[in-house]
């Protein structure tokens, strides 16, 4: 009898092994990860995806049950940080509270943006709010962690507790600290965003897909994040088999952008493309037009060029906007000295202010972007003046609303 007591209070109703531990936490973490970013972040937060109400509501649930998030907290966190990024309003932006703060105390960083009620209520709008999200979800959020807790003692015995705890720091650390940390300071970037976002690796696996942070901020209601032939997202493979299966309907995904030959000037069609892909434009004309006027005056006024950092060269895709003072001065006494790279580091400038206009005015916008390539072609530098040919065949393609 004693020895049937301690094989369960050691390995509980299982009697699993350490193999049976691996399996049942990598399970539990991924469910966790795919509630996170299928339900709370792509579905609910920007509306990209919608699940059969059995689907959503287990997502709901799991969250309430391994987590103890609130779907209406997550959900105004978010928006918030996708409405004030890297401002002194975001919830959680590492250029403001810094990196180490973001990637190993993130969850406080939430604990403190879900106090603002204000808040809570401008960014949560349209999330659930049924009879089980105001009777248990979100006043017993506790509850749901403390019945996580039994459960994995009653299967794994004393094992389960640590089992438990490495389960409550999952989410708070690779999604709270990671994406929101690491996800805005290293990786690299598709896309030229309004903000410090980037990809921390191709294969997006390990975090459903999160991982493809700078894919997601420049198209924030696309519900895959994958966007280059070599990237994948786990999470865009999961929402395609509920698809399916008719557990799920695909509401939005980034449109596709075409490029027609030979265009004389840029029509309506050009504008709504480049509004939609703006950061899109302004990545193709870094590569297209700055980095090889960048090699061009390498060549030509040599170990000078050459000598300007690497993190300089770069911040001449977005005008050095996260450059320190005294960094900003350098690169623009550095364009100085070299015309051309001043003249297309200018054109740039130009072009990412005519961008930035939403649209109100199309027939404004589109005279300006007829100057803007008029312009771009009478300067002679031959690599802006096949950006801006390039340009005026835009438009978009296989858009789905």
């Known amino acids: 009898m004693f020895d049937t007591v301690l094989s369960f209070v050691s390995r509980g109703l299982t009697q699993a092994s350490w193999g049976g531990w691996i399996v049942f936490m990598l399970v539990v973490t991924q469910l966790t990860i795919f509630t996170m970013t299928l339900y709370l ?8 995806v919608e699940f059969h109400p059995i689907l959503a ?35 959680h932006s590492p250029q403001i509270a810094g990196l180490n703060k973001v990637l190993f105390d993130g969850v406080d960083l939430y604990r403190i943006a879900s106090l603002n009620r204000a808040d809570m209520d401008k960014y949560g ?10 009777k248990l979800y979100t ?15 009653l ?10 705890a490495l389960q409550m720091i999952w989410i ?16 690299y970037r598709n896309f030229e965003t309004a903000d410090t976002a980037t990809n921390l690796t191709p294969w997006g696996i390990w975090l459903g897909g999160e991982e493809l942070h700078n894919n997601h901020h420049a198209f924030p209601s696309s519900s895959k994040f994958a966007l280059r032939k070599f990237e994948f997202d786990i999470g865009w493979a999961a929402i395609r088999m509920f698809e399916t299966v008719g557990l ?58 050459k000598e300007l950092p690497r993190k300089l060269r770069r911040a001449l895709g977005n005008g050095g906007r996260w450059l320190d003072a005294a960094s900003r001065e350098r690169m623009v006494a550095f364009t100085e000295k070299h015309p051309q790279l ?34 771009a072609e009478a300067t002679g530098i031959r690599t802006l003046a096949e950006f801006a040919a390039r340009l005026k065949g835009y438009r978009l393609a296989g858009e789905r609303v």
């Open 172 to 187: 708070p650390f690779w999604a709270a600290g990671v994406v929101n940390g690491l996800g805005h300071w290293w990786g």
């Open 248 to 305: 799920a309907k695909v509401l939005r995904v980034a449109p596709s952008l075409d490029v027609r030959p030979n265009m004389h000037l840029p029509d309506t069609d050009t504008v709504k493309a480049v509004l939609a892909h703006r950061f899109h434009v302004m990545s193709d004309y870094f590569r297209g037009v700055i980095a090889p006027t960048l090699r061009d005056e390498a060549a030509n006024a040599g170990a000078g060029i």
């Open 41 to 48: 972040h792509r579905s609910q937060s920007h509306r990209g």
């Open 57 to 91: 509501h287990f997502f709901r649930f799991w969250s309430w049950f391994s987590t103890g998030i609130n779907t209406k907290e997550y959900v105004a966190i978010h928006r918030k940080h996708h409405a004030k990024c890297e401002t002194e309003e975001d919830p």
């Open 139 to 153: 006043p017993h959020s506790v509850l749901g962690v403390a019945l996580l807790l039994v459960v994995n003692m």
């Open 155 to 164: 299967l794994f015995g004393v094992v389960g507790i640590a089992m438990w």
């Open 125 to 134: 709008v349209g999330t659930p709010d049924d009879w089980i999200e105001r």
């Open 342 to 375: 001043r003249t297309v580091c200018e054109f740039r400038a130009r072009l990412a202010a005519l961008t930035e206009r939403n649209g109100r005015n199309a027939e404004g916008m589109l005279d300006a972007l007829k100057e803007w390539c008029h312009e």
